[in-house]
T-cell receptor, first 114, second 115 residues
Framework: AQTVTQSQPEMSVQEAETVTLSCTYDTSESDYYLFWYKQPPSRQMILVIR??????QNATENRFSVNFQKAAKSFSLKISDSQLGDAAMYFC???????????FGKGTHLIIQP | DTGVSQNPRHKITKRGQNVTFRCDPISEHNRLYWYRQTLGQGPEFLTY????????KSRLLSDRFSAERPKGSFSTLEIQRTEQGDSAMYLC?????????????FGPGTRLLVL
């Protein structure tokens, strides 16, 4: 079974600074997809960024980028120029080659210090 | 595109009662997923449908949990004989089988409290 591990329960960063959230996963599949979702307090889960395992190029969405290391099974999220609105729980998620549900990590609580 | 909607948003019930939650997916999405999220944890996958077919239900937590998607549009999740341990957020997500990147879009969830 696939597992996703987020080793940082909480991270804090000054506004406008850069922060990196860690995620590792375990799988025996070669075809899979990885996601970062953001869940603000009492609000719904929003997709931040996604990465296909077959793509070597790291995904980027505006201030958000990933460092995908397939051999190391690592998928970290970098947030540049942090803003107060980035404060949320961030979940790393894995999807295999089939159509099954996502496997989530336990999340990282990101605090933005003004 | 109105997004995924879930009703009710909050439900308080007494132990032993049955509850039913509804999810309306994004209209063009043919896949629908149910998750449970307890406090301090990531969502846990329960079941999913492609159109009206329930293709995975082994992850449902017990035989007290059941889900339906009778016409391939909205879905319901029912919990019979609720227990205090069922208190959680129940999330619904939808996706399109035509999306090669398999992205799931989530609803706001139904928060269940069992007294």
């Amino acid at each position: 079974a696939q597992t996703v591990t987020q080793s940082q329960p909480e991270m804090s960063v000054q506004e406008a600074e850069t922060v990196t959230l860690s995620c590792t996963y375990d799988t025996s599949e070669s075809d899979y997809y990885l996601f970062w979702y953001k869940q603000p307090p009492s609000r719904q889960m929003i997709l931040v960024i996604r990465q296909e395992a077959y793509k070597q190029q790291n995904a980027t969405e505006n201030r958000f980028s990933v460092n995908f290391q397939k051999a190391a099974k690592s998928f970290s999220l970098k947030i540049s120029d942090s803003q107060l609105g980035d404060a949320a729980m961030y979940f790393c998620a894995y999807s295999g080659g089939g159509a099954d549900g996502l496997t989530f990590g336990k999340g990282t609580h990101l605090i933005i210090q003004p | 595109d109105t997004g995924v909607s879930q009703n009710p948003r909050h439900k308080i019930t007494k132990r032993g009662q049955n509850v039913t939650f509804r999810c309306d997916p994004i209209s063009e999405h043919n896949r629908l997923y149910w998750y449970r999220q307890t406090l301090g944890q990531g969502p846990e996958f329960l079941t999913y449908f492609q159109n009206e077919a329930q293709l995975e239900k082994s992850r449902l937590l017990s035989d007290r949990f059941s889900a339906e998607r009778p016409k391939g549009s909205f879905s319901t999740l029912e919990i019979q004989r609720t227990e205090q341990g069922d208190s959680a957020m129940y999330l619904c997500a939808s996706s399109s089988s035509g999306d090669a990147r398999k992205t799931q879009y989530f609803g706001p969830g139904t928060r269940l409290l069992v007294l």
